[in-house]
């Protein structure tokens, strides 16, 4: 599909969401060779989620002439196809140049007062899981949990109540990603928080938002249970998708944010090739980019946050600052990451940085410091990264720094010897 169908189905996603069941198109799609098998999809059980996830993959598989074919196939879904060929035979008529146009034309405006009051309480959340205040976390969002369920649900849809369904939204959020840096494998099961998250794009000043979030926190979750990282990496793609028609904000960069980290787990750790550390930097580089587009303090954390994450990338450490043995660490990249954590200790970034990303910058001062063969410092940087660690209540992290020390510390041992 090109640009101007893809958004002619964003218009018409929630009448699709809430009116297909993909099992009813599925033999004809099958049989047109669009689907990848005759039972897919026969794992969810949920329509809406059925729904979702067919609507993600189909927009990159098939053409939108015989989607509309699939869907006047069936005579319950002929209105649809009559609706979506009536949007696009509209738009095509409005614009001289349908793709650029329709873009523009589509696309929502996040620049106001109360989305930086939305943005600045969820970076707050954020940032009180990433330094274990657990009670002001649960707090917060209690408050605002409480003032939502309080509204009738005819009321939800009122124009005066979608900051607070923003924030609500922001919520849900805020809990998705607090069991992933506790890495609760089990959070892929909790079917009522990810259907509240989809359920809120009813509410919610931007419909997609809700959507996009939903889709790649359920990527992450299927990868933190073991699910394979082609699976949990589609879901990106469909989140990328629902942000087409927004400008760069919070959401787009913790899209590409959690992007990094799946390839980074998954790929680049097992295989670790130039082509893949270069994709990861240039990701990087853009998540950066997408934060900056918001708040200044916001953009600020999130930039100290990946400078570190690309420091450890050429430093041959992994997301969990296990050392990958496999990787070669360059002149040049010990020299790039060096440069990248001179920013670092600044009034600017330190006196706001939580304790699990204190424990990532000494574990790659350490390994800058053994790089040069600096012993006593590189054992003195990773036993202060322990030290965060273990305030962090970082478990996966302690595992391997305490691998690191006692390497470090077999080493220096031998060296007096």
């Known amino acids: 599909m090109n640009e101007v169908e893809r958004n002619v189905l964003l218009k018409r996603h929630r009448d699709l969401v809430d009116t297909i069941d993909p099992y009813e198109l599925r033999p004809f799609l099958y049989s047109k060779g669009v689907l ?113 369920k309080a509204i009738p649900k005819p009321a939800k849809f009122l124009s005066n109540n979608k900051d607070l369904a923003d924030m609500y939204a922001m919520v849900l959020d805020a809990k998705m990603e607090r069991r992933r840096i506790l890495y609760d494998k089990t959070l892929h099961t909790d079917e009522e928080l990810f259907d509240a998250m989809l359920g809120m794009s009813a509410y919610t000043s931007s419909a997609n938002l809700p959507v996009a979030m939903y889709l790649v926190r359920y990527g992450s979750a299927l990868l933190m249970a073991g699910k394979p990282v082609e699976e949990a990496l589609s879901h990106v793609e469909q989140a990328k998708q629902r942000l087409q028609t927004l400008p760069a904000c919070l959401e787009s960069g913790v899209v590409l944010y959690i992007e990094y980290n799946m390839l980074i787990s998954k790929k680049y750790e097992n295989m670790p090739t130039d082509k893949m550390k270069n994709r990861l930097l240039k990701i990087g580089a853009q998540a950066i980019d997408h934060f900056g587009h918001e708040q200044e303090t916001v953009g600020k ?22 050392n990958l043995d496999s990787v070669i660490v360059s002149k040049e990249d010990r020299e790039r990451a060096e440069k990248l954590l001179q920013e670092i200790p600044t009034p600017n970034y330190w006196e706001r940085m939580e304790p699990r990303w204190k424990v990532r910058y000494h574990a790659a001062k350490s390994k800058l410091f053994l790089l040069k063969d600096q012993m006593p410092e590189s054992l003195s940087e990773i036993n202060i990264a322990s030290e965060y660690a273990t305030a962090a209540d970082s478990e996966k992290e302690v595992d391997n720094i305490k691998e690191t020390v006692a390497f470090l510390s077999e080493r220096q041992k031998l060296s007096f010897e």
């Not at 007062?113 to 940032?127: A, D």
């Not at 954390?301 to 296990?322: M, S, V, Y």
Request: glycine residues 4%; aromatic residues 12%; contains cysteine.
């Open 301 to 322: 954390d999130f930039r100290r946050i990946l400078l570190i994450k690309q420091a450890l990338l050429l430093l041959g450490i992994g997301l969990f600052l296990n």
């Open 36 to 148: 990848p098998g005759p039972t897919y999809l026969d794992d969810i059980p949920i329509r809406t989620k059925r729904a979702e996830i067919f609507l993600g993959y189909i927009v990159d598989t098939c053409s939108f002439s015989l989607f509309l074919e699939a869907l006047s196939e069936d005579d319950a879904f002929d209105f649809l196809a009559v609706k979506l060929r009536e949007d696009l035979e509209n738009i095509t008529r409005q614009n001289d140049h349908e793709s650029q146009n329709v873009y523009h034309e589509l696309k929502e405006d996040l620049n106001s007062t109360k989305r930086g009051m939305v943005v600045s309480f969820r970076h707050k959340l954020k940032r009180y899981s990433m330094s274990g205040a657990t009670e002001e976390f649960f707090q917060e969002c209690q408050k605002i949990t409480d003032r939502w």
